[in-house]
């Protein structure tokens, strides 16, 4: 057939594509192609009118147009009002240029069959397939009140907590995914064409995997787990895509589905697509990044992916989670996880450990200071810090961490000021737990909340004891030696005991290492001793009566 490669070029980046490559990628090829319209944001309805006759009208006249989502090569998705259940739902059209073609009015019906029949919470619901007086086929669908997972995507913080913070959100919205892709494939359907532009997410979290447009069934072939229910379609499954019909999205795709060894796709296929969507939450970017599609496809085919980390250097990634990915992404289907639940497992025990942005503070640098609002508590991964606060004017080292130790929890626990200092010794590495995600984590187990919350509450209020304990006992020994030294060194003066002070003040400095003034604060906490400025000397007051 010998066609050119045009319409490989022509194809918009990160868009869906139905295509047979040329004689010279693959040994047969015809072209077909589909472009894609950007996706456009969902404005909330405004109320439609109530027309009570409604229910008796065919569905494509109960439909009123509000105005088109996104469009594509293919089709177009609407918002439309449903006279008779006064609702608003989307509408999926078949519409293009050159006009519907056999093949592709056959893959739409399909497409609504099979999203039809997927009934689960994490996949968008279909209403109604029917043909408008016009001839257009459309179906209906929930009309999900959200955002693509692109647009989530985009708005990615830069700074690493809030980054962390984004991973570990993404992460949830794939445990959901995985949900809906180990359903359709136990149905015997796998999508084929996963990419964040076809990840929904509702205002209220819901996660929907859209657009099976070209899902394709595993008829035959191995599934992930029992095929207990396969999805019925019309016409023969195995017919739908002749060997080198490429079909998917170059940027994503997995290489047997990029050499169109459609004969080979099966739920691994969903693995690596999944791992691809994962990759584009680390990098900002889809895995074949080739300047033209034509480069895409090769590199696709060839499964050449920059390791995350190699990708975007600037930026602190968590390791576990750059593995799952690049192991979902691996060419040979047999590398990669070998069903979704391998790969949603994989995912749940990275959430298990959760993951931190670390910081590394150079020696002497504060990481805490007592007295300061807590948002934040730290698990040292590196070197070492000198826990210490001031008691009575004076630094009392606490205890020195290593790797391993964490600091910090209390005050976020508690609620309360910062009870210490935190200064790094050597070049120090932790861990940043925010106060969301400690927050977060105990929220999920409300009654152990309770208990650390009350705990820590507990400790701070024992430790502040401790505090007074201490400084109560290091003032006592103080006035203990004080008075050793004006019995041994003091001469009686009537009723009293009087030895001059700076001798004494000499010797508390060498016992104790405090200044001056501490020392005489510590003796005034003494009622029998008094420190007398003017004669620069220390009065023992007699505890015997005076005699009358
Ligand atoms: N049910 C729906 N509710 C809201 N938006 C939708 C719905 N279905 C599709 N869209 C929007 O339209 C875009 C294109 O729909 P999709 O089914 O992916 O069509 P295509 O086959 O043209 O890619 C989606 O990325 C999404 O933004
Ligand atoms: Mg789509």
Known sequence: MAQPPKPLQDAAPEESVLCELPDWLIPTGRLAMQDHAPTTTYQPPSAGPAAPQATALPPAQRMVDRGVIARGGFGAIHK???????????????????????????????EAQITGQLDHPNIVPVHELGVEETGKQFFTMKLVAGETLTAIYKRAPED??????????????????????????????????????????????????????????????????????????????????????????????????AYGHNDKIDARTDVFGLGAILYQALTGTPPYRGKTPLEKVMNAQAARITPPQQAVPGRQLP?????????????????????????????????????????????????VREGDGADAAYIIVDGTCDVFRVEAGRKVSLRTLGPGDVFGETAIFANRPRTATVVALTPLTVMVVTRESLEEQLAQQSWMGAFVRTLAARFQD???????????????????????????????????????????????????????????????????????????????????????
């Open 80 to 110: 439309v009002f449903d006279k008779a259940l006064l609702r608003t739902v989307a509408m999926k059209t078949l519409e293009s240029a050159k006009g519907p073609t056999p093949q592709s009015m056959a893959r739409f019906v399909e």
């Open 160 to 257: 690493s907590a809030g980054f962390g913070a984004h991973l570990n959100r993404v992460v949830e919205i794939l445990l959901r995914v995985c949900d809906a892709l180990a359903f359709a494939h136990s149905r015997g359907v796998v999508h084929r064409d996963l990419k964040p532009d076809n990840i929904m997410v509702g205002r209220f979290g819901q996660v929907y995997v859209m657009d099976w447009g070209i899902a394709q069934l595993m008829v035959g072939k191995r599934t992930a787990g029992h095929t207990v229910d396969p999805v019925h379609l019309a016409r023969d499954a195995g017919s739908m895509d002749a060997p080198g019909t490429v079909v998917g999205t170059f940027a994503y795709m997995a290489p047997e589905q």
């Open 319 to 367: 390791s576990a989670l750059c593995q799952i990915a690049l192991r979902a992404m691996r060419a040979a289907p047999q590398d990669r996880y070998q069903s979704i639940s391998e790969f949603k497992e994989e995912l749940e025990r990275f959430r298990g450990g959760y993951w931190f942005a670390t910081r590394i503070f150079p020696p002497g640098e504060t990481v």
């Open 462 to 548: 024992q430790d502040q004891q401790a505090v007074t304990l201490r400084a109560t006992a290091a003032d006592a020994a103080v006035v203990h030696a004080a008075l050793q030294f004006v019995a041994f060194h003091g001469q009686g003066v009537g009723n009293t005991r009087v030895a001059p002070w700076p001798p004494l003040l000499a010797q508390l400095q060498v016992q104790f290492g405090k200044a001056e003034e501490e020392l005489a604060a510590a003796l005034a906490q003494d009622s029998t001793l008094t420190l007398d400025r003017s004669s620069n000397s220390v009065v023992l007051t007699s505890f015997r009566p005076e005699k009358p």
